[in-house]
C-alpha cells in the first residue's frame, strides 16, 4: 500500500506571506503511459467536509483562487499558498488515488501567525 | 447541482451493525466511482471502501469482511452497511464522487457513527 506523508505537520504564516506544504509518497503515483500524477490536495475548514483544491497534482479546480498551486512529480509534491489569507485557514491533504486504495497524508494544520 | 447527502448515522453498541446511505442528486450515481471516507474525532481522512462503475468493490484492511459498499441505481443512493463494529469505527462518514476513480470532487457534509457501550 502506499504511505502518503507531509511535512510540516503544522504550519504558522503571517497574512500575505507564502505557505508550503510537502507531500511524499512511499511510490511513484506517475502513469507513465499518460504522463499523469495521480495526486490530489484537499482544503478541509472546520466543521465542514474536505474540499478539492487540485487534482493530477497541478491542476486547480474551477473556482479555486489562483494564489494556489501544485506542483511536484513522482513522489514529491508541493502545495503552496502564495500570500495566506485569513480565510485560508484549515487542515490540507494530499491524497494519492494512483490505486484503488486511495491513501490520504496525516494533514497539515495551517494558521495565521 | 450535485448534491450528496448521507444519513444513518447513530449510536450503536460494540458489534453493532449500522447501514448509511448517501442520497444523490443532480447526476448519476452509476456513472461515477463512489467513495466513503471517514475521519475519527480530531484525526485525519481515512478511506473505507470504494464502488466503480462496473460495480466492483474496494477496502482496507481494517474494514474488509465488515463493510459492504453498494448502489440502488434506482434510487440514486449509495449504501455502506456496517456490521461487527468496534469502537475504533467511530467517526464521521463522508461519502464522495469520484470521476473516472480519480480525485473526489464532491463531498457530503457527513453522518455521525459513534461506538460505544
Known amino acids: 500500500d502506499i504511505v502518503m506523508t507531509q511535512s510540516p505537520d503544522s504550519l504558522t504564516v503571517s497574512l500575505g506571506e507564502r505557505a508550503t506544504i510537502n507531500c511524499k509518497s512511499s511510490?511513484?503515483?506517475?502513469?507513465?503511459?499518460?504522463?499523469?500524477?495521480?495526486l490530489a490536495w484537499y482544503q478541509q475548514k472546520s466543521g465542514q467536509p474536505p474540499k478539492l483544491l487540485v487534482s493530477w497534482a497541478s491542476t486547480r479546480e474551477s473556482g479555486v483562487p489562483d494564489r494556489f498551486s501544485g506542483s511536484g512529480s513522482g513522489t514529491d509534491f508541493t502545495l503552496t499558498i502564495s500570500s495566506l489569507q485569513a480565510e485560508d485557514v484549515a487542515i490540507y491533504y494530499c491524497?494519492?488515488?494512483?490505486?484503488?486504495?486511495?491513501?490520504f497524508g496525516q494533514g497539515t494544520k495551517v494558521e495565521i501567525k | 447541482e450535485v448534491h450528496l447527502e448521507e444519513s444513518g448515522g447513530d449510536l450503536v453498541q460494540p458489534g453493532g451493525s449500522l447501514r448509511l446511505s448517501c442520497a444523490a442528486s443532480g447526476f448519476t450515481l452509476s456513472s461515477h466511482a463512489m467513495g466513503w471516507v471517514r475521519q475519527a474525532p480530531g484525526k485525519g481522512l481515512k478511506w473505507v471502501s470504494i464502488i466503480v462503475v462496473d460495480g466492483r468493490t474496494y477496502y482496507p484492511d481494517s474494514v474488509k469482511g465488515r463493510f459492504t459498499i453498494s448502489r440502488d441505481d434506482s434510487r440514486n443512493t449509495l449504501y455502506l452497511q456496517m456490521n461487527n463494529l468496534r469502537v475504533e469505527d467511530t467517526a464521521v462518514y463522508y461519502c464522495?464522487?469520484?470521476?473516472?476513480?480519480?480525485?473526489?470532487?464532491?463531498w457530503g457534509q457527513g453522518t455521525l457513527v459513534t461506538v460505544s457501550s
Open positions: 464522495a464522487r469520484s470521476p473516472g476513480a480519480t480525485a473526489a470532487d464532491y
Open positions: 511510490q511513484s503515483v506517475l502513469y507513465n503511459p499518460n504522463n499523469k500524477n495521480y
Open positions: 491524497q494519492e488515488y494512483y490505486t484503488t486504495l486511495w491513501a
